[in-house]
């Protein structure tokens, strides 16, 4: 089994800052992309940041210049750091593992459960 547990969330007033981190734990063979997805109250979820297995990054436009996802391969971790905080940006966040738990096993792509972030004075 694989699970993916994310860690970081809570209450930050607007202009503040999180980190949030998110570790993979299980039968794990190798890890690929891993991402960062969010989705608040009556909206679909939608990407929020991701990065490769050699370190390229991709970010919704909304959050270029505030947030940063970075891993950690020793530890199958990884993180956002979340700075300059919106009201808007209240959600839950979820991270994914694009990853061959055994070899010879196909890809795929494995959820956490979420962690909620809510921004408000």
């Known amino acids: 089994q694989v699970e993916l547990v994310e860690s970081g969330g809570g209450l930050v007033q607007p202009g503040g800052s999180l980190r949030l981190s998110c570790a993979v734990s299980?039968?794990?063979?190798?890890?690929?992309?891993m991402a960062w997805y969010r989705q608040a109250p009556g909206k679909q979820r939608e990407l929020v940041a991701s990065?490769?297995?050699?370190?390229?990054?991709n970010y919704a436009d909304s959050v270029k210049g505030r947030f940063t996802i970075s891993r950690d391969n020793a530890k199958n971790t990884v993180y956002l750091q979340m700075n300059s905080l919106k009201s808007e940006e209240t959600a839950v966040y979820y991270c994914?593992?694009?990853?061959?738990?055994?070899?010879?096993?196909?890809?795929?792509?494995?959820w956490g459960q979420g962690t909620q972030v809510t921004v408000s004075s």
């Open positions: 994914n593992a694009d990853m061959i738990t055994h070899w010879g096993f196909p890809r795929r792509v494995y």
């Open positions: 299980g039968s794990i063979f190798s890890i690929n992309a």
């Open positions: 990065i490769t297995g050699g370190d390229s990054t």
